[in-house]
């Protein structure tokens, strides 16, 4: 089932709680959580203890993508401000399986990123370590880019991956998720959509989040009838 996971980079922090409300009464169920380290991506975000923070104001997995270099130094602290979710950049981890089964270790679900210019293949050995796989459809740093086409065969690649190795793990796409992208992204096999603009910029979460989370469900039912032939833009 295809899951929206708000992400609050675009939210309006001086009324953060009221806002992710807003956006898990809209329907989304994940809250995504963008920390940046103004080193590996070139923008400075948030840290453990907004997450602790956040914690407070809602029940929702914590979904903690960490844009930042040496993860491995700030796992812990993740996991004790109470992170469900977190995935690393295999851009920024010399020793993946490593960093992998330190998240693990530390009781939160592991999740590995790639940037657009990383190849699919690059992570086939890591697959059966990880909850999900974070496909970036933009450049990661900044907020309200648009959508990187080629990323939609990446997405279909990871699907026929974990079908033939008899794998789970979920299929998570950040940038440029919005209106007119929506169908493409869930039938090429995305199931977390991960949308920042597109929920929180207009100051509407509640409706916003509603109406793309039903844009994404009925591609995914279109996808589903036999018979229905989908093409993508």
């Known amino acids: 089932m295809v899951e929206l996971v708000p992400s609050i980079l675009s939210a309006d922090f001086a009324h953060l709680a009221d806002e992710i409300a807003a956006a898990e009464r809209g329907g989304g169920t994940v809250i995504h ?6 080193h590996f991506v070139p923008n400075l975000t948030v840290g453990p203890p907004v997450v602790k923070s956040l914690r407070k104001v809602t029940r929702l997995p914590l979904d903690c993508h960490l ?16 992170a469900n979710w977190v995935s690393v ?3 920024a981890c010399p020793h993946l399986h490593r960093t992998l089964e330190l998240i693990a270790h530390h009781g939160m679900k592991p999740g ?12 086939v050995d890591i697959l059966p370590m990880v909850h999900h796989v974070l496909i970036m459809s933009v450049n990661p740093g900044f907020g309200g880019q648009e959508f990187i086409p080629f990323s939609l065969d990446k997405i279909r690649r990871l699907a026929e991956l974990r079908q033939e190795m008899g794998l789970a793990f ?3 796409v950040d940038g440029g998720v919005a209106h007119d992208t929506v169908a493409q992204v869930v039938q090429a096999g995305a199931e977390l959509l991960v949308a920042g603009n597109a929920v929180f910029g207009a100051g509407q979460p509640e409706r916003d989040a509603s109406a793309l989370l039903a844009a994404a469900r009925k591609a995914q039912t ?8 989908t093409t993508s833009k």
Not at 33 to 38: K, P, R, S
Not at 69 to 81: G, L, S, V
Not at 222 to 229: E, W
Request: proline fraction near 6%.
């Open 33 to 38: 959580v963008d920390v940046m380290d103004g």
């Open 67 to 82: 844009m930042i270099d040496n993860p491995n130094e700030f796992i812990a602290d993740f996991a004790d401000a109470g």
């Open 89 to 91: 950049h295999y851009e």
């Open 112 to 123: 590995v990123v790639l940037n657009p210019a990383t190849r699919v293949n690059f992570i």
């Open 170 to 172: 979920r299929i998570e």
């Open 222 to 229: 279109t996808k589903r009838q036999p018979g229905k032939r």
